[in-house]
T-cell receptor, first 113, second 113 residues
Framework: KNQVEQSPQSLIILEGKNCTLQ??????????LRWYKQDTGRGPVSLTI???SENTKSNGRYTATLDADTKQSSLHITASQLSDSASYIC????????????WGAGTKLIIKP | NAGVTQTPKFRVLKTGQSMTLLCAQD?????MYWYRQDPGMGLRLIHY???????AKGEVPDGYNVSRLKKQNFLLGLESAAPSQTSVYFC????????????FGPGTRLLVL
């Protein structure tokens, strides 16, 4: 079954600290993996997109990694800021004739001052 | 450049009532999507469109209909609302399906009593 599982479900860290969010997937055949940030009450906003051949991609203080062999991805946030409080969603696209996106349930991140 | 807009922002319906959610994008994107987001779950695709005049079913299409009469607009209709359709609905658009980022609207919160 095509699934995307994220951990932890929620995370609280202090402002200025680093954190890493995890994503495991069983989607096949794999096309690409995306990380989105969703602020409360808003639509998701794309952070990164990685294809099979890419194992790391950065967007400012956000760095995503991909291990296609183990089917794992992580999102590392450096020097967290209060504005990083949001849900972070891992999305894997399935390469077939229908092109399907499989969305994870997200990790809710809270940054405390 | 407003991106993707959705109307209304919030709506309360009684069981059996009908309504239409409107999505508009000003990025000249070919592809448009309707998702629903429920607590603790990933986004689920309801219907999508690959161009003006075309629509296709997604993962959870039952109880919904869509139309794309103009390239910039994508309408989602509920003919006879049910409490199970209480959710947050997001519209998104992209220039293609596989490689490009999907841009999301702010969402419509729907409560069906």
């Amino acid at each position: 079954k095509n699934q995307v599982e994220q951990s932890p479900q929620s995370l609280i860290i202090l402002e200025g600290k680093n954190c890493t969010l995890q994503c495991n997937y069983t989607v096949s055949p794999f096309s690409n993996l995306r990380w989105y940030k969703q602020d409360t009450g808003r639509g998701p906003v794309s952070l990164t997109i990685m294809t099979f051949s890419e194992n790391t991609k950065s967007n400012g203080r956000y760095t995503a990694t991909l291990d296609a062999d183990t089917k794992q991805s992580s999102l590392h946030i450096t020097a967290s800021q209060l504005s990083d409080s949001a849900s972070y969603i891992c999305v894997v696209s399935r390469m077939d004739s229908n092109y399907q996106l499989i969305w994870g349930a997200g990790t809710k991140l809270i940054i405390k001052p | 450049n407003a991106g993707v807009t959705q109307t209304p922002k919030f709506r309360v319906l009684k069981t059996g009532q009908s309504m239409t959610l409107l999505c508009a994008q000003d990025m000249n994107h070919e592809y448009m999507y309707w998702y629903r987001q429920d607590p603790g779950m990933g986004l689920r695709l309801i219907h999508y469109s690959v161009g003006e005049g075309t629509t296709a079913k997604g993962e959870v299409p039952d109880g919904y209909n869509v139309s794309r009469l103009k390239k910039q607009n994508f309408l989602l209709g509920l003919e006879s609302a049910a409490p199970s359709q209480t959710s947050v609905y997001f519209c998104a658009s992209s220039s293609d399906r596989e490689e490009e980022t999907q841009y999301f609207g702010p969402g419509t919160r729907l409560l069906v009593l």
